[in-house]
Nanobody, 121 residues
Framework: QVQLVESGGGLVQAGGSLRLSCAAS????????MGWYRQAPGKQRDMVAT???????NYADSVKGRFTISRDNAKNTVYLQMNSLKPEDTAAYYC???????????????WGQGTQVTVSV
């Protein structure tokens, strides 16, 4: 099995910063794309940022210039540095990982349990 363990959420004032981490463990052959998604109450889950195995990144327009996604392949970990946080960034943040595992190898997708980010005015 594969486990994703997220950390780093919390309560912060507007303008502050947080750093989220998500570590993948288990029987993994290789990890392809890693990313962060968020879901506010009553809304759909939206992409925040993704990073490929070659470190190509993609960001939602609403976070460009404020958030930075990165990964440590040796640790199977993805990070999301969030700066200049705004109240509208308040949401549950979910880690997403696409990887290869199994015999024969298959592309599989996993989600973290979610970590709450709350930005106060």
């Amino acid at each position: 099995q594969v486990q994703l363990v997220e950390s780093g959420g919390g309560l912060v004032q507007a303008g502050g910063s947080l750093r989220l981490s998500c570590a993948a463990s288990g029987n993994i052959f290789s990890i392809n794309t890693m990313g962060w998604y968020r879901q506010a109450p009553g809304k759909q889950r939206d992409m925040v940022a993704t990073i490929t195995s070659s470190s190509s990144t993609n960001y939602a327009d609403s976070v460009k210039g404020r958030f930075t996604i990165s990964r440590d392949n040796a640790k199977n970990t993805v990070y999301l540095q969030m700066n200049s946080l705004k109240p509208e960034d308040t949401a549950a943040y979910y880690c997403n990982v696409r990887l290869l595992r199994g015999a024969p190898l298959r592309d599989q997708e996993y989600w973290g349990q979610g970590t709450q980010v709350t930005v106060s005015v």
